[in-house]
């Protein structure tokens, strides 16, 4: 009786949400997206992820649609809010696939809830192109889900990005091998810090600081006057959002203001500039994008043509770069049989707004930027694992 | 303790419902099933609360403590080579010391300071598993199973099928008879002689044994699992709101709480992706005002209307 109860009211269910999605033409394609709308990734998604899908769809559907042998197939986006939640990640890919039938399915946001939902896209044979997924486990998940794609690299790759970055600031005798580091105690920090610390070792660096703070820490006084003490020459630290835009905050308070000044993720949000302003200038971030190059500028252009927002300068060009390897995977395969686009996808290389992208025996785009530098008012690569167009870093000086 | 008619009636018809809904994966709708497993998933997390809150009136916010203790346990049981299976009775017995601990330090305080002690002991632990994970240098897990989702629903049926011999066990038993006289006023129970403390920390650790294994269960469905993720507050949250519409007053209370919340839920997150809190918080409000007493109150009350009207013909 209940579950009789389930299915008539899961069907009038089934019939809402198809009522409820803008009536699209007959042959259009179906585009899933799932991201957070709300909860604690919602801030990063929409300065990464949602704008990408909206100026992804309107450029596909500004030129016409999407070349499927012979005839152009407009896209229609049907999105999702997984809250993020895992389980709502699962449950709405599910729905994408069966409820909705749509063609093929966006990676969706961040390292979590993309693994989560990787068994889904597996199941249904939908091509998997990650941009926010971080992992030192690629091997094995590529393994298990083949048709798994990694496009932002590694946490080794961009510790190693800011030793190598350091390392040559120190060749060119702009500063010392003392360095002060700090990290989130959190998944990422704390991954990223156990990545640096060998890596500074074996270059030569001393950590004359290390401390990690929890997450969501307000006054972060105490860790930037630690690290003041210990007088550096280089300051890192493997940090979130919110704790970025406060170490940075701290550091001009206490006049903290080594030669190299690192602070992870945001740093690369066109808001860290919007905030700090010309004290912004020479701090250096996890991320980079090659901002001089025309395909970069031409995207930023219509980003914030279309969405009235800047990207940022790390995972918003390689979100777009993953779409774009989709369509033109489905254009050169001929045809929408996610099969034969897994198929084209393994097979090919691909021309990006982030550059030719091509992929290792683990799926993975081994060519990355890792690390970024404010200069100029624009977040400039100046460490990769093989990019083109990286600029020196330049030695940071004060706060004003 | 001897079974009548009615016991065995009412036994059938579970065992005949949980049988009907175990053949949910034969129908092979993938979408039907992933609802199933949310619905299985918090039907058995908002009985099980039901257990202990509804005859103490303890609101308890601790689900997610529980529900992620099982998940970790899960998670670094299988990094170190145990079988998936092992974990389980772990994470029950690690659930149960937990409920216990707490038990013995709180649940001699009443009202408002154990629902703020439940609601910051998932924050707690989130942060004691954040600062192991910060001195060991270990991230996040990777529970990599062959486990497919309809293993893990019928896991869950198997779990809720305990649950719900156990709540009616209790209920006929002398531990259930005393729960009810503490609901109803723990001073009188006290001066019946009834070791008021002793009875709650049983029943706290059912519900959190019980909430642990579900936590076990679910982690090879997640695959990656990482502080933030397992120890979500909005999952303690979501039990109980489930099992206040459905009425804790009865033991198939929850359920009916649970489906329809679930359905309405996947409804507005289907239909009105950009809008799911604000219709989130409207049926909250329409709960409270319309249905202060839940589901159960209100098919009781329908019940009774009938009786009168029969009374009076």
Redesign the interface.
């Known amino acids: 009786m209940?579950?009789r109860?389930?299915?008539g009211?899961?069907a009038s269910?089934?019939l809402?949400?198809g009522l409820?999605g803008p009536a699209a033409a007959q042959d259009a394609l179906k585009i899933g997206a799932v991201g957070p709308?709300?909860?604690?990734l919602a801030g990063g998604a929409a300065v990464t992820f949602w704008p990408n899908v909206q100026l992804w769809a309107h450029d596909v559907n500004e030129a016409g649609g999407i070349d499927v042998g012979g005839t152009k197939r407009m896209v229609e986006i049907i999105?999702?809010?997984d809250?993020t939640?895992?389980?709502?990640t699962?449950?709405?890919v599910?729905?994408l696939?069966?409820?909705d039938e749509a063609d093929f399915i966006l990676a969706p946001y961040g390292?979590?809830l993309n693994?989560?939902s990787?068994?889904i896209f597996e199941?249904y044979g939908y091509p998997m192109v990650t941009h926010t997924a971080i992992s030192?486990?690629i091997e094995?998940?590529s393994g298990?889900f083949p048709n798994m794609y990694f496009l932002l690299g590694g946490a080794t790759g961009l510790a190693g990005g800011v030793v190598e970055v350091l390392s040559q600031m120190r060749e060119a005798g702009e500063i010392g091998s003392s360095v002060a580091m700090v990290?989130v105690?959190?998944?990422?920090g704390?991954?990223l810090?156990?990545a640096a610390r060998p890596q500074f070792e074996a270059a030569g660096f001393d950590i004359v600081y290390d401390s990690?703070y929890?997450?969501g820490t307000q006054d972060l006084s105490p860790v930037i006057n630690g690290a003041k003490d210990a007088n550096p020459d280089a300051f890192v630290a493997w940090s979130y959002p919110p704790d970025t835009f406060g170490l940075t905050e701290q550091a001009q308070i206490a006049g903290l203001a080594p030669k190299a000044f690192y602070t992870a993720v945001a740093t690369a949000f066109p808001a860290y500039a919007g905030r700090f302003g010309a004290a912004a200038e020479g701090v250096l971030g996890a991320g980079g994008v090659y901002a001089d190059g025309d395909a970069f500028k031409d995207y930023a252009a219509r980003h914030e043509a279309v969405t009235g927002a800047k990207p940022d300068y790390w995972a918003s060009a390689p979100a777009y770069a993953s779409f774009q390897i989709l369509q033109m995977a489905i254009e050169g395969a001929g045809t929408t049989d996610k099969a034969a686009v897994a198929e084209y996808i393994a097979n090919n290389d691909f021309d990006t707004v982030i550059g030719p992208i091509s992929w290792d025996e683990n799926n993975s785009n081994a060519e990355y930027w890792t690390v970024g530098q404010w200069q100029g008012g624009v977040f400039k690569g100046v460490a990769s694992t093989g990019r083109d167009g990286a600029v020196p870093a330049q030695p940071k000086t004060g706060w004003e | 303790m001897s079974m009548t008619k009615r016991d065995w009636q009412s036994i059938t018809l579970s065992a005949v419902?949980l049988a009907?809904?175990a053949c949910?994966p034969l129908t092979g709708?993938?979408?039907?099933l992933?609802?199933g497993i949310?619905?299985a998933?918090y039907a058995v997390l908002a009985t099980s609360w039901a257990l202990f809150s509804g005859p103490t009136h303890y609101i308890s916010l601790a689900t997610a403590a529980f529900f992620g203790l099982g998940t970790y346990t899960t998670a670094i049981g299988i990094e170190n080579g145990l079988n998936y299976w092992a974990t389980l009775p772990i994470a029950a017995v690690l659930g149960a010391v937990l409920a216990a601990l707490v038990g013995l330090a709180t649940l001699r305080l009443s009202g408002v300071y154990f629902v703020i002690f439940t609601l910051g002991l998932a924050e707690l632990v989130r942060?004691v598993v954040?600062?192991g994970?910060?001195v060991s240098?270990?991230?996040?897990l990777?529970v990599?199973t062959d486990i497919t989702e309809v293993h893990i629903y019928w896991q869950l049926l198997v779990l809720g099928g305990i649950v719900y011999l156990t709540g009616w066990a209790i209920g006929r038993s002398r531990l259930g008879f005393a729960l009810r006289i503490i609901g109803d006023d723990e001073e009188v129970a006290r001066h019946s002689g009834i070791n008021t403390s002793r009875a709650k920390i049983l029943l706290f650790m059912v519900s959190g044994a019980t909430a642990a294994v579900v936590g076990s269960m679910?982690a090879p469905?997640?695959?990656?699992i990482?502080?933030?993720?397992a120890f979500?507050p909005?999952l303690s949250f979501l039990v109980v709101i489930m099992a206040l519409l459905g009425g804790t007053g009865r033991l198939w209370g929850p359920l009916v709480g649970v489906?329809p919340f679930t359905?309405l839920w996947?409804?507005i997150?289907?239909?009105?992706?950009?809008q799911?809190?604000l219709l989130l918080g409207l049926s909250f409000l329409v709960i409270v005002y319309l249905l202060p007493r839940g589901f159960v109150g209100l098919i009781e009350s329908g019940k009774r209307r009938m009786r009168e009207r029969e009374a009076f013909a």
């Open positions: 209940k579950r109860e389930l299915f009211l899961a269910m089934a809402a949400a409820a709308k709300t909860g604690p999105e999702y809010d809250q939640n895992p389980g709502e699962i449950k709405a599910q729905r696939a069966t409820q390292t979590g693994i989560a990787a068994p199941r030192d486990q094995d998940l298990k990290n105690a959190d998944a990422f704390i991954e810090a156990e990690s929890p997450l | 419902l009907v809904a949910l709708d993938a979408y039907m992933s609802i949310t619905i998933m942060q954040t600062w994970q910060n240098g270990q991230k996040g990777y990599l679910l469905r997640y695959i990656y990482e502080p933030a993720l979500t909005m489906i359905l996947e409804a997150s289907a239909s009105f992706p950009n799911t809190t």
